[in-house]
């Protein structure tokens, strides 16, 4: 597998880069799981006011393909529409908003909120 590059402002990750804090109140803002996703980007905005963003990526020589779907909800997690693998969780009670970028490992489609 190839190297993981990581790019946090105002954040930080913990457990395998699972679990994503505010670094200024440290509530938890959402988790990911790690195994499912090729790029993932996240900006948001706490209820601190502290706005901040996660960006992990996968150099790849693969083609990512920008999908038009959304992710689906399944128990508290956003899930790749096409074979409901779960990508992420936010914890929604910590933040005012927030955004994002999701690519599943699986099919390599991209999911965005932006």
């Known amino acids: 597998m190839k190297e993981l590059q ?3 402002k105002n954040g930080r990750i ?3 880069n ?7 109140c440290n509530k938890t803002v959402g988790y990911l799981v790690y195994s499912t996703y090729q790029n993932f980007k996240f900006k948001f905005e706490c ?3 502290n706005k901040g963003h996660f960006e ?3 150099d790849t020589d693969k083609i ?3 999908s038009e779907k ?3 909800l399944k ?3 956003l899930c790749c529409p096409n074979d409901e693998a779960p990508l992420f969780t936010v914890v929604e009670k910590n933040i005012e908003k927030y955004s994002y970028s999701a690519t599943c490992n699986k099919c390599l489609n991209e999911y965005e909120n932006e």
């Open 47 to 49: 209820k601190c006011e």
């Open 56 to 58: 992990l990526k996968y």
């Open 14 to 16: 913990l457990k395998n």
């Open 18 to 24: 699972g679990s994503w804090y505010c670094d200024k």
């Open 75 to 77: 128990k508290n997690r």
């Open 64 to 66: 990512i393909k920008k």
């Open 70 to 72: 959304e992710l689906i």
């Open 6 to 8: 990581r790019n946090i």
